[in-house]
C-alpha cells in the first residue's frame, strides 16, 4: 500500500484566548481531515520524551526511526541549502536578527521583525562574503527570509557554543534576549577556543558591515527593523554515515533543513523556488503555502506510481505559534484542509491507500516557543475508531492511545 507522510510543522496547541478556549486545530472547519479521522484512527504523539520540547532536526530524527540526532543542524541546513561540505568544514544555521548595538548587546529581534525581503537578504549576504576578512576562508549564504548558513572552511571544531540567545549551548532552548559570544565547550582544547574566538570575529565584523549598510539605513528610515547581527547555533562539523531508510521515498520538501534530512535518508528530493520575501510576512508565508500545495499535488499525481512513501512538509503552521497568533494558525489549516487533503481524499477515493498526518512538535500561541506536548497523529489505512475531530482533544480517546516519535514509522511501514 502507498503511504502519503505528512508533517504539519508546529501544529499542536494549547487552547486559546482568541479562539474561545479552543486550540487552533479544534477551532478551525477542516471536513476533510476529519473525513479521514472518521475513517482511521488518532492517537498522540509525543516527538522525543515528556521533558523535552525538541527542535525540528532532533523531532524529526526520532520520528523517522533514529534514536540520537544523525547530524547537527548546521551541516544539515548547508546540505539543504546547496553547500558542498568539505572535510573540516565547520557549518552553523543563522539567523538575521536585529541588535541595539555590538556593545550592549541586546536582541529585539532574532528574525529581524520577519520584514527582510529576499533581495535584501541576498545583498546584505554579498557585502560579508566581500568585506568581512578572517583568518580562514568562509561562505554565508542566505536560504529564506531570515534563514541563512555559514560554513567555515577547513579545520575548525564544532566543541563550541551558540551566538544566538535563544539557543545559547547547543540542544538547549531559552528565551534569553542578550548576545551570546562563543566559547568552547572543553577548556583544554586550544582548536575549540580558536574556532570559537574566529566565529566571535566574523559576529564583529559582520556587525560592522551590517550596521550602517544602505539596506539597513533605509528600513530604518521605513520604520523597519534593520538586519544588523547574524546569529549562528548548532554548529557541526562532520556528516556520518547512517542507515538509509528502507524502500523508494519521495520527498516534497522545501526547507534547507527537510532538505537536508531528506537527502541523508536517501530520498528522492523534489522541491521548488520559495516565493520571495517582497511585502509582509504573512503576505509571503501564504504565497510559499500556496506554492507548496499545488507543487505537492502535482508531485503526487505524476509520482504516485513510482514510489513507496511520500514524505511532505509543510513549514508555514509553525510560524504563527512564535508569533502568537492562533487566528493566522486556523487560517492555514483550514487552507490546507480546503485545498491540500480535499485532493488526498479524491486520491484515497482512487487508490488503494495510507495516509499518515502528525507534526514535529507543539508552538503553543501562549508560549510562542516549541513545547513538550503531545500532538495528534492520524492514521487512514489500518483500519478505524470512534474519533471524528482531527485535533488536540480527540486524540485523547483514539485507540492508537499515546505514543512516542520513535513509534511513528511502524505505522507508516506497516
Known sequence: MKTIFVILDGIGDRPCEQLKGK?????????NLDWFTQQGKLGRMIPVKEDVAPESDNALASIFG???LFAMRGPLEAIGAGIRLQEGDLALRTNFATI???REGKIIDRRA????????ATILAKAINSKVRLPVRFLFKNTIQHRGVLVFRGGLSDNITNTDPAYPIKGTYNLYDT???SRTLDDDDENSAYSANVLNQFIEKSYSVLAYHPVNLQRVKHKLLPANI????????????IQKLDGKWAAIVYMPLEIGIAQLLGMDIFSFKYPEMKASTYENLYAGLNTAIQFSKKIIQKKLRNYDYFYLHFKETDVPGHDNKPEE???????LDRDFFSFLRQVAAKDKIKIVVTADHAVPCVLKAHSSDAVPILVYGLGKDETEHFSEKDSL???IGKIYGKDVMKFVKE
Open 397 to 399: 480517546r483514539g485507540s
Open 230 to 241: 547574524i546569529l549562528t547555533r548548532d554548529a557541526g562539523s562532520s556528516i556520518p554515515a
Open 66 to 68: 533514529y534514536s540520537k
Open 113 to 120: 521583525g520577519r520584514t527582510l525581503s529576499t533581495k535584501e
Open 179 to 181: 548576545l551570546h559570544y
Open 329 to 335: 494558525k486556523k487560517k492555514m489549516i483550514e487552507i
Open 100 to 102: 541595539n548595538n555590538i
Open 23 to 31: 486550540t487552533p486545530l479544534e477551532s478551525a472547519h477542516t471536513p
